[in-house]
């Protein structure tokens, strides 16, 4: 039940592996599939400013 609540993988799980970062994208794309094509067009131009900022940055 938790691994479905927080979409998680058995094996990040049971052994217990830091995979935080996958553990993040599995949570946004879960949320990207209940998402309309116009929310997918808006979270697209924001991921695109925040890779540019983030070239920038560097």
Do not use: C, H
């Not at 993040?24 to 400013?49: C, H, P, W, Y």
């Amino acid at each position: 039940e938790l691994m479905l609540r927080y979409n998680i993988s058995v094996d990040q799980f049971l052994l217990d592996t830091p995979a935080e970062k996958d553990t993040k994208r599995r949570q946004l794309d879960a949320l990207l599939d209940d998402m309309s094509d116009n929310g997918i067009r808006i979270v697209t131009a924001t991921a695109k400013e925040i890779s540019e900022v983030e070239k920038e940055d560097k």
